[in-house]
Each structure stands twice: as structure tokens, then as C-alpha cells.
């Protein structure tokens, strides 16, 4: 990671430990350390709903790691462009991608001011490659698609990785989910991919669903769920991989005890332009 500004690792003023941050949450799930009482309150709210949210993370995370690991080694793909990047945990993408192909470019993107100050910090990558943060919003990725980061670290004229881990969940307006992904699609040539996954209710059971419906209309939860069909929209156009838009256990395991669909309620993709 480029630590060429003097700013890079100055601690970031907007940093609130008292408003409920969805990256510290999840590193709570995943059995991190960064995170205040007041993600810890929300994630277990949630997990008295859903209990299986903390194997939901997980899995998500394996998910993630297969579908890298695929791409950098399968797919020939050096370049990844990571957005809703969260806090450090193990199996980043940089490093996943560098073990199998050190001189994969990586340009992690969020606007968590702890997940901005945590990367720079730790997330460094193989000197043969790049690995670098932007600190920027997924709602507008024009933002994105003309920093200067990126085009120090991405060439959009080969093929990129878009991974989309998940976030989307977080844009409620279907439309405006639709058009963010598809202006990310139109920046970058065939031979690309969409990597997503994306919360659902249609593995859970209807009180569930009842009562984390009950949480969005309150507020208490940030996250919106879509059924396979809304999941499948971001794909539409692209060449989905075998076996298509399933709950993350099922793409490609690499085990045979994995979770069943409601225990995990995440689809997870992999699409090619």
C-alpha cells in the first residue's frame, strides 16, 4: 500500500464509537476485535432474530476467499477492485490473490473511517503488485471509477475483478442498486467479473422473516434482504459460473459439511463480461 502521503496513517476525526458501524459489526460476527459496545448491542440484537448470522459472516468469508482463488488462479484475472473492503480479517483479498499471483493489483474501496485507518495500516501487499485504499462510497461510483488511486493502481483497458462482498444489501432502492453496479460494469472491458453476495430471507423460516422485517421498519437493522431473482438482476448480462446465484455454502465447497441454506442466508456469484 502507498504510504507516499503524510497523511496516510494520521487517525481519521469522524471515527464515532457511539453510532453502529456495519464493518465493526461484522468483524464482531467474525470474531474480531475492532469494534465498541455499540456494534457489539446491534450484532447481538440481530442474532437473537437470527441466530445464524455469525455462520452467515463465515461462510460469506470462505465464499470470498474461493472466488479469488478461482479468479487469480483459474481465470488468469490480476486485478481486483474490492469495495465495501471492511476491517482486516484473515484471507483479505490482496492476500489471497498475491498467493497465488504476487503481482495481482488491488484497490480496496469504503468509507468506514476505521476500516480507512486500520488498511492503511495493515494491509500491505507484495511488492510485485499494488495494494491500495480509497476512501470512498459504493452509491457513487463515478467517485470511484475517476480517482486518482485507481488509476495508479487498475488498468481499466485489461480485465478486472469487481467484488462486491457484502454491501449491496445496504442500498435499499433497487434501481439505484441496479444502475451502480451496471456503471461499474460498463468501466471495465470483457473478460471482467462481478463477484457479490448479497443477504436474503428465502431460506428462513416466516416468524424470522417476520421479525427482521419488523427490525428494518425500526430501524434496528440497515441491511435488505433480496430474493434470488433481485440478487440474479445485478447479473443480468454477464456469463454467470456454475453453479449460478446459490447461498454461499453451495458455490464451489471445498468441504462437505457445509451449512444449509438457512443457516447461511447469503447468496453469493461470480459473473464474467
Not at 488491488?106 to 511488492?127: I, K
Amino acid at each position: 500500500m502507498s504510504t507516499s502521503d503524510a497523511d496516510q496513517t494520521a487517525p481519521d476525526h469522524r471515527l464515532d464509537s457511539q453510532t453502529v458501524s456495519a464493518a465493526r459489526r461484522w468483524n464482531y460476527w467474525l470474531g474480531g476485535k475492532d469494534h465498541f459496545q455499540v456494534d457489539r448491542d446491534a450484532g447481538d440484537r440481530i442474532a437473537r432474530v437470527y441466530p445464524g448470522i455469525r455462520t452467515a459472516a463465515r461462510e460469506g468469508r470462505a465464499f470470498h476467499g474461493r472466488a479469488i482463488r478461482y479468479l487469480a488462479a483459474e481465470a488468469g484475472i490480476r486485478q481486483f477492485l474490492d469495495i465495501g473492503t471492511g476491517l482486516p480479517a484473515p484471507a483479505n483479498t490482496h492476500e489471497v490473490a498475491q498467493a497465488v499471483a504476487p503481482d495481482s493489483r488491488v484497490l480496496y474501496v469504503d468509507n468506514d473511517p476505521m476500516v480507512l485507518t486500520h488498511a492503511r495500516a495493515l494491509m500491505v501487499g507484495a511488492p510485485q503488485g499494488a495494494t491500495r485504499y480509497l476512501d470512498a462510497d459504493l452509491r457513487d461510483p463515478a467517485s470511484i471509477l475517476g480517482s486518482p488511486e485507481l488509476a495508479d493502481t487498475l488498468d481499466l483497458r485489461e480485465p478486472v475483478a469487481i467484488l462486491l462482498i457484502a454491501v449491496l444489501h445496504f442500498i435499499r432502492d433497487d434501481e439505484q442498486a441496479r444502475r451502480v453496479v451496471a456503471e461499474l460494469l460498463d468501466a471495465v472491458p470483457p473478460g471482467s467479473y462481478l463477484v457479490a453476495t448479497h443477504g436474503t430471507s428465502d431460506f428462513v423460516d416466516p416468524e424470522t422473516a417476520r421479525r427482521f422485517a419488523a427490525m428494518l421498519v425500526a430501524g434496528q437493522v440497515d441491511t435488505w434482504p433480496r430474493d434470488r431473482a433481485g440478487v440474479s438482476a445485478f447479473f443480468a448480462g454477464l456469463d454467470l459460473l456454475a453453479p449460478g446465484v446459490v447461498p454461499v455454502s453451495q458455490w464451489r465447497p471445498d468441504r462437505p459439511d457445509r451449512p444449509a441454506p438457512a443457516e447461511v442466508s447469503t447468496y453469493g456469484a461470480v459473473g464474467r463480461k
